[in-house]
C-alpha cells in the first residue's frame, strides 16, 4: 500500500461544476496535509493546507479532512479552464517528520 | 515576491560528469528540501535541512549523490558521477519549521539530463 495515494484520473469536469479529488493516506499518525496545483512544466504550487478535522474554506477551494477515516479531499467550486492541472495531495507521514510524502497526483480537465 | 530560486534551470550533460544544482531559500526560511520528480516515481524527497543541519538523506543514493548548505542563503545538490537514470526535474522548496504547520514552497526547478 503506497503511503498517499490518489486517483490519477483524468477527472473531467464541465466549466462551472464542481470539481472533487480525494487521496487517502496510510500512517495514522499523519498531521499536516497539503494541496499543490503543478501546470505541465512547472513547479508545484501550495493552494491548500489543513491540520484539523472539517473543512478549511478559501476562495473557490475547500479543503476537508477527516482523520478517523484517513481520507483528505479538495472541492474545487465553479472550476474554470484554467483549474486544468494537475494536483497534487501531500502528506507529513509519521509524526514530527517535516519532509512531505506525495501521492502520484490527479489530474483535472476543466471542459470550455 | 519572495521566492526560491533554483540554478541552472536547464542542465544537459554527459554519464559520468559532475553535476551541482544551486538553491536559494526564501529569506527567513529555515528548513530546505529537495525533491525529484520523474514520471514513473512521481514525486520523492532527497535530503532535507533545518537550519542548515541535514535531517534526512534517506532517500538520497549515497554513493553518487551530497548535499550541503554553506550558509543560510544557499544549498547545494550534487551528483558524481551522474548516469542516465538520474534525469529527472530537481525541485527545491523551503519553509519555515512552525511544527505541524510547515508549509514548503518549491522553486522553478532544474530539468538535468544525461546522456
Known amino acids: 500500500q503506497k503511503e498517499v495515494e490518489q486517483n490519477s484520473g483524468p477527472l473531467s469536469v464541465p466549466e462551472g461544476a464542481i470539481a472533487s479529488l480525494n487521496c487517502t493516506y496510510s500512517d495514522r499518525v499523519s498531521q499536516s496535509f497539503f494541496w499543490y496545483r503543478q501546470y505541465s512544466g512547472k513547479s508545484p504550487e501550495l493552494i491548500m493546507s489543513?491540520?484539523?478535522?472539517g473543512d478549511k474554506e478559501d476562495g473557490r477551494f475547500t479543503a476537508q479532512l477527516n482523520k478517523a477515516s484517513q481520507y483528505v479531499s479538495l472541492l474545487i467550486r465553479d472550476s474554470q479552464p484554467s483549474d486544468s492541472a494537475t494536483y497534487l495531495c501531500a502528506v507529513n507521514v509519521g509524526a514530527g517528520r517535516r519532509a512531505l510524502t506525495f501521492g502520484s497526483g490527479t489530474r483535472l480537465q476543466v471542459q470550455p | 515576491d519572495a521566492r526560491v530560486t533554483q540554478t541552472p534551470r536547464h542542465k544537459v550533460t554527459e554519464m559520468g560528469q559532475e553535476v551541482t544544482m544551486r538553491c536559494q531559500p526564501i529569506?527567513?526560511?529555515?528548513?530546505v528540501f529537495w525533491y525529484r520528480q520523474t514520471m514513473m516515481q512521481g514525486l520523492e524527497l532527497l535530503a532535507y535541512?533545518?537550519?542548515?543541519?541535514?535531517?534526512?538523506d534517506s532517500g538520497m543514493p549515497k554513493d553518487r549523490f551530497s548535499a550541503e548548505m554553506p550558509d543560510a542563503t544557499l544549498a547545494t545538490l550534487k551528483i558524481q558521477p551522474s548516469e542516465p537514470r538520474d534525469s529527472a526535474v530537481y525541485f527545491c522548496?523551503?519553509?519555515?519549521?512552525?511544527?505541524?504547520?510547515?508549509?514548503?514552497?518549491f522553486g522553478p526547478g532544474t530539468r538535468l539530463t544525461v546522456l
Open positions: 529569506l527567513g526560511h529555515n528548513t
Open positions: 489543513i491540520y484539523s478535522n
Open positions: 522548496a523551503s519553509g519555515k519549521d512552525r511544527g505541524l504547520y510547515n508549509e514548503q514552497f
Open positions: 535541512f533545518r537550519n542548515r543541519a541535514p535531517l534526512d
